[in-house]
């Protein structure tokens, strides 16, 4: 009978893929098995690096973002320099407390026994990066494993070329290169790691893919963590401040070019004010680019044709013009498309959104618990209760009220998806805790050595072990 690791081998011997896999996967073993990734020293220098390298490679990241999605200095900056820092104080403030046992409390039965649990890596991780925020998306989880005490490798998406060599050349720089490796490539390679019976796989993309992960994992019984998007909601109702509302809106859809997995998708407007809030989006719109429509850059060819055939039959009351040869398109305003239409459908992940009328609260709660659960719900309302009901009644990843996106930069929550939006969860101590082990120990003593519980039981063992148990 040929064993997986048997087979994993025979791969490697015939498929260069498979062994820069095997010898990848094999480097970070040995290291992390000679215990140098224990020491908590040894976790914050590894941090202290990656604040290190968003710090003093700003300008190199930036020219990588502009390179593969056309990010100014300032959207470099803010969404992948100063997240990634805010990530890197927050887990050095806090990774000493993390590290230290709990002591529980114990039945009776147990007494005088010593209880606690203690976090312990797992062992060779896989970190998969996305494109759309590719530096911060692969760093924020790298930096959960490295507190955790394991080693990593590290694949970066094959879809923003510019950053995946970047990372590839800076991580070494800053980090130990025996214990973090970055493996670039087409998916093929990503097969090839997982195969390796890696202790955890990190993924952050779209469902689909991360079906496909999942399916290889399972094989292996390798946990893997999914972070992924959906069709994330907005509510606005009629008791919102409509010009707050308009601002952030266009803010969280307009990051990225709408390329973010907690953007607005769509947007359930009260009827009664729906032409006012429009009037006042489309002036933001205008306002936040300088006076104009201006057009945002999509990551690729792919990408521009699904969002351009989004829009085909669609009643456009701002934006569009989708130009295929610099693959961009102006923010886009849809009013009440066919829920049946590909623009409902899936996640849109571009500057095109939605707004559909509705006439109360309980229909647009409906209508989103109609379709899989998001990664984020939005309520804009000034009534406590509106904000409530929603909390309380939308299932999602988690649910923001009077903003969009902020949710993401507070490592004080946890940030992750359920159901077709992910499993579990990172940022903070649950990064730290989704790359552990929760490890549970009891100490005994040898006497008190009670012979009630071994047996043969008498009558008088049976009254006393029921009485205590």
């Known amino acids: 009978m040929t064993s997986v690791a048997d087979r994993s081998t025979e791969s490697a011997a015939t498929d260069p893929g498979a062994q820069l896999a095997a010898d990848t996967v094999a480097k970070l073993r040995a290291t992390f098995a000679t215990g140098r990734t224990l020491p908590l020293e040894w976790r914050k220098r590894q941090i202290e690096g990656i604040g290190r390298l ?30 990634t820092k805010g990530e890197v104080e927050f887990a050095l403030k806090h990774l000493k407390k993390w590290m230290k046992p709990t002591r529980t409390r114990v039945p009776l039965t147990v007494l005088p026994g010593k209880a606690a649990y203690r976090y312990e890596p797992l062992g060779t991780v896989m970190v998969i990066g996305p494109w759309n925020y590719p530096f911060y998306l692969t760093l924020s989880p790298l930096i959960g494993a490295l507190a955790a005490g394991n080693t990593v490798v590290i694949k970066p998406s094959e879809h923003a070329p510019a950053t995946s060599a970047a990372l590839a050349r800076l991580i070494p720089e800053y980090l130990d290169s025996e214990a973090v490796i970055v493996v670039e490539g087409e998916a093929s390679i990503t097969q090839k790691l997982i195969e390796q019976r890696l202790d955890l796989v990190f993924f952050t993309g779209g469902t689909d893919i991360g079906r496909r992960i999942a399916e290889a ?4 019984l390798t946990p893997a963590i999914l972070e992924l998007g959906g069709k994330s909601p907005v509510i606005v109702t009629k008791n919102a401040d409509l010009e707050v509302a308009a601002r952030r809106i266009a803010f969280g859809k307009l990051l990225n070019s709408g390329q973010t997995c907690v953007a607005p998708d769509y947007l359930l407007v009260d009827k009664s004010v729906r032409e006012e809030f429009v009037s006042k989006l489309k002036a933001t719109l205008t306002e936040f680019q300088g006076g104009s429509t201006a057009p945002q850059k999509i990551v690729n060819d792919r990408q521009f044709s699904r969002l351009a055939g989004m829009l085909e039959g669609q009643d456009i009351v701002a934006g569009g013009n989708p130009d295929s040869g610099a693959t961009t398109m102006e923010p886009t305003v849809v009013l009440n498309p066919d829920r049946r239409s590909p623009l409902m459908q899936g996640e849109i992940f571009g500057p095109i959104l939605p707004i559909i009328d509705i006439t109360s609260l309980d229909e647009a709660i409906a209508f989103i618990n109609d379709g899989e659960k998001p990664l984020a719900a939005y309520i804009f309302s000034k009534n406590k209760a509106e904000q409530m009901r929603v909390i309380e009644e939308v299932p999602a990843g988690g649910v923001v009220a009077n903003h969009i996106a902020m949710q993401v930069l507070t490592p004080q929550l946890p940030f992750g998806g359920v159901g077709h939006s992910g499993m579990g969860a990172y940022h903070g101590k649950w990064g730290y805790e989704a790359f552990s082990h929760r490890k549970a120990t009891l100490r005994m003593p040898s006497r008190p050595d009670l012979k009630m519980i071994y047996p043969p039981y008498s009558e008088r063992d049976k009254k006393i072990l029921r009485k205590l148990v």
């Open 217 to 220: 994992c399972a094989p292996h």
């Open 54 to 83: 968003v710090t003093e490679r700003e300008v190199e990241i930036a020219d990588a973002l502009a390179a593969d999605l056309g990010r100014t200095p300032h959207e470099a900056w803010f969404g992948d320099v100063a997240s």
